[in-house]
């Protein structure tokens, strides 16, 4: 399918804004984008967002996949002043919640809770209660333990009236909660905040977590009275036309243009993320000398696309791929197979790739990875159920040490492999041979 690029043929007109533009303000990797910012119209993402916010009454659920606009779109959503922004990675229990609330909204309060620490709350109460800013109060002090037991009603006492605080702070300032990253806090701890948010939903709180789309609502929705409670809006696949939106904004504020076989390039090897994109479009205008919006238009050439893109390898999928590749770590002697390009490699190595040699597809069925392992294999594939296990094992992996974001999944239910990272799928296409010597 065609891209309906419209950046091909240069505006005419010499810009008369300033050349000062710089490029990494137009193309913004990482941040929040304002000349190149898709506003999504052809998915109900928007309204959805709105009218769930309208409804109340639910917690919001943003869920896509890594790089795929989550915090952006949260941001455009909803201005500063409406919303405390807490990041699931930088607080690891419900109590860093309230804490953190307390403290963007109310600075002073914050100051006042730490001066109302005494001598006899230990490191260790406050650790109970999972309040970090007390930890280290009291350090190593031996207390008796009637001291102990009157330390840990106060913390408790403290703790309770935090989650109140914060709650009214909320209430009052009419801020919405958002919860960016949530699958980062562990479990237990998301299911104590969903709790405690039950009941200040109904009187009004505005709630809105940004999660990556596996299990980290599953305990949520379980809980008891939150069914129906929960509204999930999932971030829609880009869709290459979406994605070359990027580009032709940022081109037109640039002043630049590529031909659109180019651009379609570009927007196919971002594998359905903008983030990859936004860099394909700044590297491009590097290589062709625009680091700034240009006063004479300009038009960019993409000369060795190979190397364009291998330049554009990110090591961390890298790493992740070769530790999928390495597979559990187990004395068990593992069999080795032949591909048909003279290589070898055991049943993980011989897994990865076949998903390789589709593209990678991000979303493959068994019989699909099937078909390719029978394509890169010398021999017969391995037993179905050894392909299974292969795979849950992959999972695992990716989940283990990559934490819900994942790297490749395997749903079991639909026999479906997802590869869920985009900087995976572009490595996988665009790097050295999984499981190779120059690995
Ligand atoms: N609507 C958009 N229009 C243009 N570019 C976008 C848009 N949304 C996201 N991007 C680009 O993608 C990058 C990543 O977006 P964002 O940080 O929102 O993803 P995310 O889903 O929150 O990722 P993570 O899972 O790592 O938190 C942004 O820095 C920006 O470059
Ligand atoms: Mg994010």
Same mark, same amino acid.
């Given at each position: 399918?065609?891209? +309906?690029?419209?950046?091909? @043929?240069?505006?005419?007109?010499?810009?008369?804004?300033?050349?000062?533009? /710089?490029?990494?303000?137009?193309?913004?990797?990482?941040?929040? +984008?304002?000349?190149?910012? =898709?506003?999504?119209?052809?998915?109900?993402?928007?309204?959805?967002?709105?009218?769930?916010?309208?409804?109340? &009454?639910?917690?919001?659920?943003?869920?896509? $996949?890594?790089?795929? *606009?989550?915090?952006?779109?949260?941001?455009?959503?909803?201005? !500063?002043?409406?919303?405390?922004?807490?990041?699931? *990675?930088?607080?690891?229990?419900?109590?860093?919640?309230?804490?953190?609330?307390?403290?963007?909204?109310?600075?002073?309060?914050?100051?006042?809770?730490?001066?109302?620490?005494?001598?006899?709350?230990?490191?260790?109460?406050?650790? #109970?209660?999972?309040? &970090?800013?007390?930890?280290?109060?009291?350090? *190593?002090?031996?207390?008796?333990?009637?001291?102990?037991?009157?330390?840990?009603?106060?913390?408790?006492?403290?703790?309770?009236?935090?989650?109140?605080?914060?709650?009214?702070?909320?209430?009052?300032?009419?801020?919405?909660?958002?919860?960016?990253?949530?699958?980062?806090? $562990?479990? +237990?701890?998301?299911?104590?905040?969903?709790?405690?948010?039950?009941?200040?939903? #109904?009187?009004?709180?505005?709630?809105?977590?940004?999660?990556? /789309?596996?299990?980290?609502?599953?305990?949520?929705?379980?809980?008891?009275?939150?069914?129906?409670?929960?509204?999930?809006?999932? =971030? $829609? /696949?880009?869709?290459?036309?979406?994605?070359?939106?990027?580009?032709?904004?940022?081109?037109?504020?640039?002043?630049?243009?590529? #031909?659109?076989?180019?651009? #379609?390039?570009?927007?196919? !090897?971002?594998?359905?993320?903008?983030?990859?994109?936004?860099?394909?479009?700044?590297?491009?205008?590097?290589?062709?000398?625009?680091? &700034?919006?240009?006063?004479?238009?300009?038009?960019?050439?993409?000369?060795?696309?190979?190397?364009?893109?291998?330049?554009?390898?990110?090591?961390?999928?890298?790493?992740?791929?070769?530790?999928?590749?390495?597979? +559990?770590?187990?004395?068990?002697?593992?069999?080795?197979?032949?591909?048909?390009?003279?290589?070898?490699?055991?049943?993980?190595?011989?897994?990865? @790739?076949?998903?390789?040699?589709?593209?990678?597809?991000?979303?493959?069925?068994?019989?699909?990875?099937?078909?390719?392992?029978?394509?890169?294999?010398?021999?017969?594939? /391995?037993?179905?159920? !050894?392909?299974?296990?292969?795979?849950?094992?992959?999972?695992?992996?990716?989940?283990?040490?990559?934490?819900?974001?994942?790297?490749?999944?395997?749903?079991?239910?639909?026999?479906?492999?997802?590869?869920?990272?985009?900087?995976?799928?572009?490595?996988?296409?665009?790097?050295?041979?999984?499981?190779?010597?120059?690995?």
């Amino acid at each position: 399918m065609a891209i +309906p690029f419209s950046g091909r @043929r240069p505006p005419k007109q010499i810009a008369k804004e300033s050349p000062q533009l /710089p490029l990494r303000d137009v193309f913004v990797v990482g941040g929040t +984008p304002t000349y190149t910012y =898709v506003n999504r119209t052809e998915t109900d993402m928007e309204s959805r967002f709105i009218d769930a916010l309208d409804d109340g &009454n639910k917690i919001i659920t943003i869920s896509g $996949p890594t790089k795929s *606009g989550k915090t952006v779109f949260c941001k455009k959503m909803l201005a !500063e002043d409406q919303r405390v922004w807490i990041s699931g *990675g930088t607080v690891s229990t419900a109590d860093d919640v309230w804490t953190a609330i307390v403290h963007k909204l109310d600075g002073a309060t914050a100051r006042q809770s730490e001066a109302y620490v005494s001598e006899e709350d230990s490191s260790e109460f406050a650790a #109970e209660a999972g309040i &970090n800013i007390l930890a280290g109060s009291a350090k *190593g002090e031996k207390r008796s333990k009637r001291a102990a037991q009157r330390g840990a009603a106060k913390t408790k006492f403290r703790v309770s009236s935090l989650v109140h605080e914060a709650i009214d702070l909320l209430v009052t300032s009419g801020s919405t909660l958002v919860i960016d990253d949530f699958h980062y806090i $562990p479990e +237990p701890e998301r299911v104590r905040l969903v709790r405690a948010l039950k009941a200040p939903l #109904e009187e009004g709180l505005r709630v809105v977590f940004l999660c990556v /789309p596996h299990r980290a609502i599953e305990p949520i929705r379980a809980e008891r009275d939150m069914q129906g409670r929960i509204e999930v809006i999932a =971030v $829609p /696949p880009w869709t290459n036309s979406e994605l070359g939106e990027i580009a032709k904004k940022g081109f037109a504020t640039l002043n630049v243009a590529a #031909e659109d076989r180019v651009l #379609e390039g570009l927007a196919l !090897e971002s594998f359905g993320s903008p983030h990859l994109m936004q860099e394909f479009c700044r590297h491009l205008c590097r290589v062709n000398s625009v680091r &700034n919006r240009q006063l004479l238009s300009k038009a960019l050439t993409l000369r060795d696309r190979d190397e364009f893109f291998r330049r554009a390898l990110d090591s961390s999928a890298q790493d992740v791929l070769g530790s999928l590749a390495a597979g +559990p770590t187990s004395s068990r002697k593992r069999i080795q197979r032949s591909f048909v390009n003279g290589e070898s490699g055991d049943t993980y190595v011989a897994v990865l @790739r076949a998903i390789a040699n589709t593209g990678p597809k991000t979303k493959l069925t068994y019989n699909e990875l099937r078909e390719s392992l029978r394509d890169i294999l010398a021999d017969e594939p /391995p037993a179905a159920h !050894e392909i299974t296990r292969v795979l849950e094992k992959i999972s695992d992996i990716s989940r283990q040490r990559f934490g819900e974001r994942g790297a490749i999944d395997f749903e079991e239910t639909h026999k479906t492999i997802h590869v869920v990272d985009p900087f995976v799928a572009f490595y996988m296409r665009w790097g050295p041979p999984i499981g190779g010597d120059d690995e």
